[in-house]
Every structure is written in structure tokens, then in C-alpha cells.
């Protein structure tokens, strides 16, 4: 079964920091890309940040410096800290997985999604 779940989004203040978390239902230690994406009101989905096998990691400029991906092959988890929250960063998250060893090519999985709300 290939499954994501996200969890950690609440209400946050602004300048507030946030850790969601992406558990995986697989071993995510082969899979090409796990990433983190968003979806503001009325908005586009976006990357905000991405890390590929081997360890590259890329950033949408709008977060950089202030989010932070992590990967966790043993416990197959995808986490995203997010320092001085400002918001605009209210939106949707989605974790999201590409290259899943066994899958067909082109092939992305996403979670359900949760919701980060930056306000006072």
C-alpha cells in the first residue's frame, strides 16, 4: 500500500515556528523525490521544498532560510520545519512522493493534506 500521512498543521502565530511530519506507508529509503507542497486560498500548489535520493534538497525561494526538509529512511518519515511563519504561508501541505520503487514511471503519491493557519 502506498500511503502518505501528514500531521502536525495547526494555528500558529506569526514568527511562530511549526514541524509537520510526512509518515510513509514503505521503505522510503529508494524513492527518488519526497517533498513537501502547498496550496494557499485561491492559489496554485507549490513546491516548497523538495529532497532527492542522494540528498539534494531544493527550496521555493519564498521559503528559504526559514523551512527546512529532513528525511528519515529508518523510520520512513519526510518532516518540514518552519521558522518565522508569516501569512502568507497559510495554506494547505501535501506531502508528496515521486519514484516510488515498483510504481509505474510518472507516477506521485500525495497525503491528504494539513492545514497551517499563520495569523494573530
Known amino acids: 500500500q502506498v500511503q502518505l500521512v501528514e500531521s502536525g498543521g495547526c494555528l500558529v502565530q506569526p514568527g511562530g515556528s511549526l514541524r509537520l511530519s510526512c509518515a510513509a506507508s514503505?521503505?522510503?529509503?529508494?524513492?527518488?523525490?519526497m517533498g513537501w507542497y502547498r496550496q494557499a486560498p485561491g492559489k496554485q500548489r507549490e513546491l516548497v521544498a523538495i529532497m532527492i535520493r542522494g540528498g539534494a534538497i531544493n527550496y521555493a525561494d519564498s521559503v528559504k532560510g526559514r523551512f527546512t526538509i529532513s528525511r528519515d529512511n529508518a523510520k520512513n518519515t519526510v518532516d518540514l520545519q518552519m521558522n518565522s511563519l508569516k501569512p502568507e504561508d497559510t495554506a494547505v501541505y501535501y506531502c508528496?512522493?515521486?519514484?516510488?520503487?515498483?510504481?509505474?514511471?510518472?507516477?506521485?503519491?500525495w497525503g491528504q493534506g494539513t492545514q497551517v493557519t499563520v495569523s494573530s
Open positions: 514503505w521503505s522510503i529509503f529508494s524513492t527518488d523525490v
Open positions: 508528496n512522493a515521486a519514484g516510488v520503487r515498483g510504481t509505474p514511471l510518472g507516477t506521485t503519491y
